[in-house]
């Protein structure tokens, strides 16, 4: 290394920068114009460098606080690769270093235009759910900043399309009981970042649900033939293909009509069997006063006992031949010669506990 300063070996002779590397100067060496325009040019960079540390030292603490913060809040982080697939690897070899976490495959994954398929969307939305339930902390200071600008998209597409409102007020609700549990614990390595800029975060959650409380769904122009119009036997069809019993639930609030189609005790126990086993049935029968089965009431009943059956369009799959995590309809290195039944559908919940070894 370079002596910066006076050489203890030579009295006299300096170390100096110049366009064609460090040289050794001497004091007669000066008349030289080369040298010293290059001895006058490391002068001037030194006492530069000691006028930027005497204001740095002069700084504000405060102030370099404030601005450190706002700069943490307003920052976006770009999405990284959005790769279609990653190589999940869970311990060191010889060929790969290190070990695939939740925060790197959450940062590496295409979930940025995810976001705007359909048939993904809710598969993202369950999963941002449960990353804030139990795997907010175990994420990088990066994934987190990640996983709130992905959240702050899809609460953005929610209020461009008015669409899937419930369950985005749900998600919401959620994170915002675990980061006031979270946030108690700051300076206990529970959050990555300081207490300002997790307090700002809360504050946006906020303000997203005061946003989606005050969406207006706006009615369709189109005077054509309406759901109600059509006969009780296709309008029950199409009750039929909801899974969600709250959905049901809504609609029939929306006339007297339907209100009493939605209460066909048919109806409500194809949903029990759809999302429930025989047995979790049998343990949470509720007669009327006739006798009859309370479909309606047994499913809520197991919804509160029991998770529900998760379907999805689109999911996350993994590769048992060579460790790949891909999306569906994504090809990955070994599609071509992929034995078939190597691959794994993911659920969201599969999703996290692959990562957990």
Not at 291 to 308: A, V
Request: proline letters at 4%; hydrophobic letters at 35%; charged letters at 25%.
């Amino acid at each position: 290394m370079p002596f910066l300063g006076q050489d203890w070996r030579s009295p006299g002779q300096c170390w100096v920068k110049t366009e064609e590397g460090w040289k050794k100067t001497t004091a007669d060496d000066k008349n030289n114009y080369l040298s010293t325009q290059s001895f006058l040019k490391a002068q001037e960079e030194e006492c530069f460098n000691k006028e930027n540390l005497f204001l740095s030292l002069n700084y504000d603490p405060s102030a370099k606080k404030r601005k450190k913060d706002l700069m943490n809040n307003n920052t976006k982080v770009p999405y990284f690769h959005m790769e279609k697939w990653i190589y999940v690897h869970k311990g060191s070899t010889k060929e790969r270093h290190g070990y695939c976490t939740l925060g790197e495959a959450f940062n590496r994954l295409d979930f940025c235009s995810a976001i705007k398929d359909t048939r993904r969307f809710n598969y993202i939305v369950r999963l941002l759910e449960l990353i804030a339930k139990s795997q907010l902390p175990s994420l990088s200071g990066v994934a987190q900043k990640n996983y709130m600008n992905i959240l702050e998209r899809v609460v953005q597409k929610v209020l461009d399309d008015q669409q899937n409102v419930r369950p985005i007020k749900e998600l919401l609700q959620g994170l915002y009981v675990s980061l006031c549990s979270l946030v108690q614990d700051m300076g206990k390595s529970v959050l990555v970042g300081n207490i300002n800029m997790w307090v700002h975060r809360m504050e946006n959650i906020l303000q997203w649900q005061q946003q989606l409380d005050n969406i207006q769904i706006n009615r369709p122009t189109s005077s054509g033939t309406t759901l109600t119009d059509l006969p009780d036997s296709l309008q029950l069809k199409i009750m039929d293909c909801l899974s969600d019993g709250r959905d049901l639930v809504s609609l029939g609030q929306v006339c007297p009509q339907m209100g009493q189609l939605t209460e066909d005790r048919l109806l409500w126990k194809k949903l029990c069997q759809y999302h429930f086993t025989d047995r979790q049935i049998r343990k949470r029968l509720i007669l009327s006063d006739k006798g009859h089965l309370e479909w309606k009431k047994m499913y809520f009943k197991l919804c509160r006992c029991y998770p529900r059956r998760e379907e999805y369009s689109d999911t996350l799959h993994f590769c048992t031949h060579c460790h790949i995590l891909f999306w569906k309809e994504t090809n990955h290195p070994c599609t071509a010669n992929n034995p078939e039944g190597c691959t794994l559908a993911l659920s969201p919940q599969d999703f996290i506990d692959l990562f957990n070894f």
